[in-house]
């Protein structure tokens, strides 16, 4: 049994705010993650491919490397905030791979 973690945190958004958005790994859908939410799915010890869907949007699939006793922590949000929100109906239409964005949370260490 494998203990490869990919964790997958929402980060609040005005943007789709009220809608729960479809996790799928390897071209399954897996879940789906609320605003403001982290999730955790084990998987496999092998290369997991992950993306997330809202309606015809989705983000571009990540190539997740999953190692044996390992947490892959990812951030999930929308490229629409601040004045960007003015152009959802661009984005819902010709700009669908952007309209989501799916990448390796990043740890800041400060001293």
Not at 23 to 31: E, F, L, S, V
Not at 65 to 71: D, G, P, V, W
Not at 75 to 93: H, P, R, T
Request: aromatic residues 12%.
């Amino acid at each position: 049994m494998s203990n490869s973690i990919i964790e997958i945190k929402r980060i609040k958004q005005y943007a789709n705010k009220a809608r729960a958005i479809e996790i799928y790994i390897n071209n399954k859908k897996t879940d789906t993650i609320k605003d403001g939410e982290t999730k955790s799915f084990q998987v496999d010890p092998i290369q997991n491919q992950v993306y997330a869907k809202i309606d015809w949007c989705k983000t571009k699939p990540l190539k997740i490397n999953a190692k044996e006793n390992t947490i892959t922590k990812l951030e999930l949000g929308s490229n629409l905030s601040g004045f960007k929100l003015m152009f959802a109906l661009y984005y819902v239409i010709f700009k669908t791979s952007e309209f989501l964005y799916l990448k390796k949370f990043k740890l800041i260490f400060t001293t």
